[in-house]
């Protein structure tokens, strides 16, 4: 087996398969438990991608002390230098997007234009961040006393552990990674054991692009091996999640016994509101969109679309009818529409689901099958699936699935679309399709979510502005834009007095 691990893997065989070690100080290295797992393409199983480090507590200890050193030089590098390197390494990943998304595509599954996406999203995510070296703005304000002066500095947090999904792997480990470096901060991170190899590839990209040693080291493995411990490390200072509500939970409360900055980004049941006055064929374009790209696997995939009564019948007939007709299978050929599941253990959710749904009295209107016949039989796919004359009580339309399976809500108008909107636990985001100004406005203000499109699907956040949400999407916090520079920073008053004599702020005030 060979070990260069930074040559691209796309064209090896199963023999040949590549071995990749961590990334810690800059080095390549074994884990200290010896073992591995293996990465395989999930439209495929017989395409080994990789084999990756199985790591444990002790190797996240020696990416901390390494971050923990490369933190003393990199907190004094300028951000406008830190920048620079991003803005270079933005630059190397235009060149490779081709092979960065085929990479993807064989790791993770989705599609190949999707898998370009996400590459483009960490380059936005790149020049962005870049931008924000030269800003990270901070209030200069007037003094209360004479002849002092008052203002707030953004400074690094210190050692930041991440933790990624495996549906955007390149494009989500941007949004944790850029930030952090260009606010000064080092880094561990542990990527999805599904989707390593895009977490190499875009630290890769730095790497050439500059960055020191150190600032961004990568400890591969499990959750209960490497996450946990990069929650519990007492030396790291804040710690990003992308992931379950579940999870979130156990790394929340972790993570709150140190009282370390803590960034979680959980689930969603996204709704779609369609209106009776709504532009149809987009609606319905959309829906097709915002449920199946990505195989459904986005946390902001639409999964209840909620239909006024007036169109309800016309705009099923549309959905399934284009739903029977979407093009299922290996994401690299470039005429296929959707993807396989990630993993078994992920479409045999999405089946049982079927299951749920079918026993609680929806209607199943197409799909609810694997695929495994034939060019599938190597892969984790199924069938597009569409149920209708579903309650929003019901199970498939509270509990996130993370599979091509949606759900039809009937409404009667738009205080009724909106109270079952709402009625979950989770708000990440939501979409309404009207040409109703008033109704869009009512919607913008009244939809509980972190994110609201007006004629557009539920999915396709752009960078630069916050992404996340309310409820058991999170805690609060936000990623992107202006949100993540908030969080990979920490505030300190810094005031300068030159009056020469003891000023006592609120005792020594003029009369
Ligand atoms: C996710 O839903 O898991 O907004 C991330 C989008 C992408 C990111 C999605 N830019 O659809």
Redesign the pocket.
Known sequence: MATDTLASPASLSESQARVFKNYIDGEWVESSTGETFENRNPANTRDLVGIFQKSAREDVDTAVQAAKRAFQKWRLVPAPRRAEIVFRAAEILIERKEDYARDMTREMGKVLAETRGDVQ?AIDAAYYNAGEGRRLFGPTVPSEMPNKFAMAVRQPIGICGMITPW??PM??SSWKLLPAIVCGNTCVIKPAQDTPLSTFNLVRALADAGLPKGVINIVTGFGAEVGTPIAEHPEVRAVSLTGSSAVGRIVGGIAAQSFKHCSLELGGKNPMIVLDDANLDLAVEGALWGAFGTTGQ????TSRIIVQKGVHREFVDRLVERAKRLKVGNGLDETVQMGPAINEKQLETDLRYVEIGKNEGAKLMCGGNRLDQGEYQHGWFMEPTVFVDVDPKMRIAQEEIFGPVVSVIPCDGMEDAVEIANGIEYGLSSAIYTKDVNKAFTAMRDLYAGITYINAPT???EVHLPFGGTKATGNGHREGGVGAIEFYTEWKSVYVDYSDKLQKAQIDRPE
């Open positions: 999203e549906n955007f494009a989500i986005r946390c902001t995939a999915i396709g956040a």
